[in-house]
């Protein structure tokens, strides 16, 4: 089991920064073994995917949305992921949730809700226009 715990949201303005971090606490396998992701929802829409990085952060993925102004990266020593996130909008307004898998895989690339089990709690980013 994973147990993951987001942090780092805020209030912004538009085209402000901010950093996300999503600490994670893995009995039996470690943190190292799990392909990580960043999610979103937005009032009133479902959750989507953001960005995606796997185990040893050789391969990143994210969504047309964000993509030249997100970046998904990790600390395996750390046991921490990171979603940078510059030139925001008020589009990116949501709670950002991050994702665990464990994978075998080096270098697959999920990116559905459902390829991954365990999740944290959420933090509220606010863009305001």
């Known amino acids: 089991q994973v147990q993951l715990v987001e942090s780092g949201g805020g209030l912004v303005q538009a085209g402000d920064s901010l950093r996300l971090s999503c600490a994670c606490a893995a009995s039996g396998r470690t943190f190292s073994s799990h392909t990580m992701g960043w999610f979103r929802q937005a009032p009133g829409k479902e959750r989507e995917f953001v960005a995606t990085?796997?185990?040893?952060?050789?391969?990143?993925d994210y969504a047309d949305s964000v993509k030249g102004r997100f970046t998904i990266s990790r600390d395996n020593a750390k046991n921490t992921l990171y979603l940078q996130m510059n030139s925001l909008k008020p589009e990116d307004t949501a709670v950002y949730y991050c994702a665990a898998r464990y994978s075998r895989y080096m270098a697959t690339i999920f990116r559905g809700i459902s390829d991954f089990g365990s999740w944290g709690q959420g933090t509220q980013v606010t863009v305001s226009s």
């Open positions: 990085i796997t185990k040893t952060g050789g391969n990143t």
